[in-house]
DNA sequence: GCGGGCATGCGGCGGACGGCGTATTTCGCG
DNA sequence: CGCGAAATACGCCGTCCGCCGCATGCCCGC
């Protein structure tokens, strides 16, 4: 049976939220704020770590900082959860490693979706392919608009098109038009080969 | 009505092919050696070049060599033709910008297959991903295979399996095999995670 | 000689991707 | 104010990708 560990200091949701888990079968422990979280997490290595950013003292980038700042903690799956409108977080907290992040309030499907996709793919432990860019910026200088530049930014890390729009806040296709005019612009056929180009252009800037 | 530049030295075969072009509806130049080759792509500005590798004086190397150091014949797309067993200097033949190869004897599908689908791909000029690596040696130092580090050689120049199909002279299906093994080894989950292990490998060697 | 790693091949499946068309909203610049 | 570029979004469709299982042949080392 998998572990969870849910970080989240707002008692209601985090009942509700406890709830769900394990009404489909999972063992749930439960943190109520980021200090808790951490200790909980080294001691009882859950299989994956829902954690909600905001909290006082210690915040879910302090808790995802701390887990993957440690060998035994570092590849636990995890995923933020997090109130609308924090997307520009969002971003360095997946640049921290995070693995995905939902926004409450969250729909019992997406949260469960998210869960089995993560533990899904930690079965077989992943690279950690980061940080190989700081920012999105330097890849305008390519002729790409901000916005292009951002999802090249994460194509570039790996990141699949629904996830980009997770990232960013935008719809999967919305990613894929971005996507299109990326090609044109860097004379690609496919996400790889813009990968390849920003990493020239960054090697070169 | 599109405009193929074919260069082989062979005369029995040149016949063959340029009759099967023409009655396609291509129009038609032939050139009969590679300096001959490299005049008439220059004057002529073919949409496409068919280039046998094997030829007196200059080669189908240099011929592409030529047509690619000069602009207005660089973004034309070259195919070579040539003999099976050829398959080690393909791979130089692909690096210098080659855009297929077909192996003699052709059959007509293919040499067609091959031809609609280069004249599709360049109506939109792409970029050339740089030779990065001259060898896939240091790829066998993330504990790959040679032939394991041959494909994600490849891959890192943003080729599609097909594609490395065709230049390793093996099935697209086997391609994806040595891919299965490669995410499994790297720790990641596609072609662009592998393309940027590739490129860290290279970096750090 | 027998196991095990390696290379090769095939086929199927579901999902991701890439191309194309279309449309609305937003925003800056003249 | 109005134009145009950028950003957003949706849908269709065919292809490529990634995963899985299975099978064969080779060669090396124990």
Known sequence: MKKILLIEDEPQMRKNLALIL?????????????????????????????????????DGYGVLG?????????????????AK???????SGMNLGADDYLTKPVSVDDLLAAITARLARSSQHRRELRPIFESPAPLESLGLTPREAEVLFWVAQGKTNAEIGTILGAAAAT?????????????????????????EELARG
Chains 1, 2 share one sequence.
């Not at 808790?36 to 003292?57: F, H, Q, S, T, Y």
């Not at 971005?178 to 990493?199: D, P, T, W």
Request: aromatic share 4%.
């Open 175 to 199: 990613v894929k038009k971005h996507l299109e005019h990326i090609f044109e612009k860097l004379g690609v056929e496919n996400r790889a080969g813009a990968s390849l180009c920003a990493l």
């Open 22 to 58: 394990k009404r489909e079968g999972f063992a749930v422990v439960v943190g109520a704020d980021g200090s808790e979280g951490i200790l909980l997490a080294k001691r009882e290595l859950p299989d994956l770590i829902l954690c909600d950013v905001m909290m006082p003292e210690v």
């Open 66 to 82: 701390a887990l993957r700042a440690e060998h035994a903690t570092e590849t636990i799956p995890f995923i933020f959860l997090t």
């Open 85 to 91: 409108g924090d997307k520009a977080d969002i971003r």
